[in-house]
């Protein structure tokens, strides 16, 4: 089934309480995922500096953005990891509105921070073995990879759960990185800070992984979750 404009035009039109039923309606079988990044893309559009979008029209745009992006998350269309990626992308584009848009409490940065927080599926320690597993196929496995311009690889890297997971969090955090300085909290920022000096680390060796662990555990962060179970 084609997405056409009209139907993001009918969608954005809809009050929030309505949308689902709208989309059962559309969408019998589900609404594809590139739908969602279609809406959520076309909302952003809106809230470009370049946007010729009155100022209530942006503040719309950025309400819905999050109210979609929320509501696919909740109902498994997106992951929460990917909710706060296109969320925080939203959030971007709207801070270079300053004083144009007032922000929904859902999309308040110290919220999103702690979604993000919350959607981190692997712990410290098993992220840092991932990044190392990734780096040794990398290395292992040059020959699979599909560089542009030569031929087709005849193998692929192995299957690696926490690989991926370890990219989910990886974007998490490229996407907060310009939000972070506007966190308020400051057990968020220093929580997200401990990750993205973690993150600084996955394209190291063995040694700086278990520095970077070293000084993690010194920082009293607390328990963390185990995700082994």
Not at 6 to 18: G, K, S, V
Not at 21 to 36: C, K, N, S, T, Y
Not at 53 to 60: F, I, K, M, T
């Amino acid at each position: 089934m084609d997405v056409t404009r009209q139907d993001f035009l009918d969608f954005c039109a809809l009050d929030p309480e309505t949308r689902n039923g709208w989309l059962q309606a559309r969408f019998p079988e589900g609404a594809p995922v590139h739908w969602w990044f279609f809406v959520i893309e076309s909302l952003e559009s809106r809230l470009s500096r370049f946007s010729d979008a009155l100022p209530e029209e942006r503040e719309q745009a950025l309400k819905c953005g999050i109210e979609t992006t929320l509501f696919a998350a909740s109902t498994g269309h997106l992951s929460e990891a990917r909710g706060v990626v296109l969320i925080a992308g939203l959030l971007v584009r709207a801070s270079l509105l300053k004083g144009v848009v007032d922000i929904p409490i859902e999309g308040e940065v110290d919220n999103v921070i702690r979604a993000a927080l919350g959607a981190m599926s692997l712990s410290p320690e098993a992220a840092l073995a991932a990044a190392g597993r990734r780096r040794e196929e990398g290395r292992n496995f040059e020959e699979s990879v599909h560089w542009p311009g030569t031929p087709a690889a005849s193998c692929e890297l192995p299957e690696d759960e926490d690989i991926r997971r370890l990219v989910e969090i990886e974007e998490m955090l490229a996407a907060l990185r310009p939000l972070s300085a506007l966190a308020v909290d400051p057990d968020l920022r220093l929580n997200i800070g401990a990750w993205f000096d973690l993150e600084d680390r996955f394209g190291l060796g063995g040694d700086a992984s278990d520095e970077i662990l070293r000084r993690w555990n010194g920082r009293g962060m607390g328990k963390r979750v185990d995700h082994s179970e």
